[in-house]
């Protein structure tokens, strides 16, 4: 039997959190969309038939000249033709990619990397909610009490993060590896932040 990842539902509020099981995917999802002009969603995704996984944060974020920018972090794998489990970053004004390649991980340390994101990704959500002035608590609306059980797995993370920096393996959409200047213009993105912290300023 394959060895799906389900990692959200333990850790999302049960009111908000939606299960769409698809022929080919199966997604559980928690979404914010409350107040106009603001999308937030933390998306789980199962792609059963090519064997993948997806652990997306969705947020919006200003709107700058015009344009809406959307930033996308994600967690997954590919488990046909890619052996590394990575963390990919879409900055969409940008046009820009940032890719987090983590050393080859077996299943209990890829989960505790997934929860990891998942703890971070909660400091990300209640800073929206801070920049959007979203009245309502956005911690309790997309979590249960259980998220704050994994401060262990976000150090976890952000230890493999800074392994994959000293192999070169933080890279842009071409491959290149990105120099400490460039990892540290990251640290000032608000929705980046918490992934670079280990860097010393």
Do not use: W
Not at 64 to 88: D, N
Not at 146 to 157: A, G, H, M, T
């Amino acid at each position: 039997m394959k060895d799906y990842v389900y990692i959200l539902q333990d850790y999302a509020n049960e009111q908000n959190i939606e299960h769409n099981a698809m022929a080919k995917e199966d997604e559980y999802k928690v979404e914010y969309s409350k107040k106009q002009g603001v999308l937030i969603s933390l998306v789980e995704t199962n792609r059963l038939a090519e064997d993948e996984y997806f652990l997306n944060l969705k947020s919006v974020k200003f709107v700058v000249e015009g344009m809406t920018e959307v930033k996308e972090s994600a967690i997954h794998h590919h488990k046909k033709g890619e052996t590394f489990k990575h963390l990919q970053f879409k900055l969409q004004a940008k046009k820009e990619t940032i890719r987090i390649d983590l050393e080859p991980l077996d299943m209990d340390d890829y989960r505790r990397c997934i929860k990891g994101f998942l703890h971070i990704a909660k400091d990300i959500i209640i800073g929206e909610q801070e920049t959007c002035k979203i009245k309502e608590d956005l911690k309790e609306y997309f979590f249960s009490d259980k998220i704050d059980s994994l401060l262990e797995e976000r150090k976890f993370l952000l230890e493999k993060i800074s392994e994959a920096d000293k192999l070169g393996l933080i890279t842009d959409k071409s491959g290149k590896s990105l120099d400490k200047e460039r990892l540290l213009e990251l640290r000032k993105e608000t929705h980046l932040a918490p992934f670079f912290n280990y860097i010393d300023k």
